[in-house]
C-alpha cells in the first residue's frame, strides 16, 4: 500500500508544532502500526532527517506505552486495541492517516508524538500501600471473596495506564484511570483498611494534577484498550462520597 501519514512534529514542550505530510510506500498489510512507523524513521534516518518520536515497548498490547491518536481516536480505529496490536490491513491504499500525541493539560508533549504521563504516577503513589500483610501467595480459597467481586477487580486490574481514556475525554477527565486503579483494591479484603483514605487522596491528586472533571459521556471507555467499564467510575463516586461522610 501506499499511504499519507500527517503527523504532529514538535521539537520540544516550548515549541509551537506543526503538522508535517510524508508519503510511505510498500506498507505491507501484516505490518503493525508501529512498524510502518519503524519503515517511515528507518528512511528519515538515510535522508539525514530527525526520525518521529514516539513512545513504545512491550509491542504486545500489556505496557501502555504506545499513545497515539489516530485519525481522531486514541489508539485508532479498532475496539479493544492498543496502537502497537493495530495493523495496517485496517487501512486501504491511498488512505491518508493523521497521526497526533494525546492532547491534555495534566499531559504535555515531550516531542512530536511522546507525552509526558508521570501525573498518572503521581495519582498511584497518592494511593499509598496496602498495609495487610499479605506475605507470598495465599491457596485460592483461604480468604473467600464473592465470584463478582473477583471477576470486577481483575477486570479493573488490566487497566495499563496508556491514557487513551483521558485523551478521548471532552474535559480531559482521568476517572476511568483513577476509578480502575481505586477499584482493583477496593473490591478486595486486602484493600479495605485504607479504601477509603485511599480514594479521597489519589482524586486529590487527579485534580492537583490539572484533568478535568467527569462529565458522564462515555468516551472514555469507547476507546479503552482494555473495555475497562464505565460502572468503574459509579464505585469510585460511591467511595467518594462514604469517605466525605466520615
Avoid at 490491513?89 to 488512505?95: P, W
Avoid at 498511584?124 to 473467600?144: L, R
Avoid at 467527569?214 to 459509579?234: Q, Y
Wanted: aromatic letters at 6%; a negative charge; proline letters at 6%.
Amino acid at each position: 500500500m501506499k499511504l499519507t501519514l500527517k503527523i504532529w512534529r514538535q521539537k520540544n514542550a516550548a515549541d509551537g508544532g506543526r503538522m508535517a505530510s510524508y508519503e510511505v510506500d510498500d506498507v505491507s498489510p501484516d505490518m503493525s502500526f508501529l512498524e510502518m512507523l519503524d519503515v517511515l524513521n528507518e528512511r528519515l534516518i538515510l535522508e539525514g532527517e530527525d526520525p518521529v518520536a514516539f513512545d513504545h515497548d512491550c509491542r504486545e498490547g500489556i505496557c501502555g506505552m504506545c499513545s497515539l491518536v489516530i485519525d481522531g481516536t486514541p489508539h485508532g480505529p479498532e475496539k479493544a486495541t492498543t496502537t502497537c496490536q493495530l495493523h495496517m490491513r485496517h487501512f486501504k491504499d491511498g488512505d491518508v492517516i493523521t497521526i497526533e500525541p494525546w492532547r491534555a493539560r495534566a499531559f504535555p508533549v515531550i516531542k512530536d508524538l511522546v507525552v509526558d504521563r508521570s501525573a498518572f504516577d503521581r495519582i498511584i503513589q497518592a494511593g499509598g500501600y496496602v498495609s495487610a500483610p499479605t506475605g507470598s501467595a495465599p491457596d485460592a480459597a483461604a480468604i473467600p471473596v464473592p465470584k463478582a467481586d473477583a471477576n470486577d477487580a481483575f477486570d479493573a486490574a488490566t487497566c495499563i495506564g496508556c491514557g487513551a481514556c483521558v485523551a478521548a475525554c471532552p474535559n480531559a477527565s482521568a476517572m476511568l484511570f483513577t476509578a480502575a486503579k481505586i477499584t482493583h483494591l477496593g473490591l478486595l479484603p486486602q484493600g479495605q483498611p485504607e479504601r477509603y483514605d485511599r480514594v479521597t487522596s489519589m482524586v486529590d491528586q487527579m485534580d492537583a494534577e490539572g484533568f478535568g472533571g467527569c462529565t458522564n459521556t462515555g468516551e472514555c471507555t469507547a476507546v479503552c484498550p482494555k473495555g475497562i467499564p464505565f460502572e468503574t467510575i459509579s464505585r469510585l463516586n460511591a467511595d467518594l462520597l462514604k469517605a466525605s461522610r466520615g
